[in-house]
């Protein structure tokens, strides 16, 4: 499941047909995986092999095209995404190089990696 979000830009007046400005498109999707943290304190239960139903928002930002009016093309950011989802999606997280230790924050990181060099 996907969902698309849309931050509008700071123009005045609005003007559907020129948009000016930086301008937000995110795209929302989840996937399934599981990890654990080898360097976790002997008993804590993050040490244990466990999943989580995550879900990932990926935001683009920038001043839209004056041909198109796209920040992006909102069929490439769902192609991309879908590609990304297909390589973690019901996976071991520690198992893919770049997450051997798979906090959140590492998890954004590598999301961003992912998708930089096509949106770059």
Not at 56 to 79: H, K, N, Y
Not at 80 to 92: P, V
Request: aromatic share 10%; charged share 20%.
């Amino acid at each position: 499941m996907t969902s698309s979000t849309l931050a509008g830009a700071n123009t005045s007046p609005p003007n559907a047909n020129e948009p000016s400005g930086s301008v937000e498109v995110s795209l929302t999707f989840g996937f399934d995986a599981a990890h654990h943290f080898k360097q976790a304190p002997d008993g804590h239960r993050y040490g244990r092999l466990h999943g989580h139903s995550f879900e990932a928002c990926v935001t683009i930002s920038g001043t839209p095209d004056p041909v198109m009016g796209f920040v992006v093309d909102f069929d490439l950011l769902r192609e991309a995404t879908a590609e990304l989802r297909s390589t973690i999606d019901h996976t071991l997280l520690n198992e893919i190089p770049g997450l051997e230790s798979p906090s959140l924050e590492r998890i954004a990181v590598w999301v961003f990696q992912f998708l930089k060099p096509r949106f770059s």
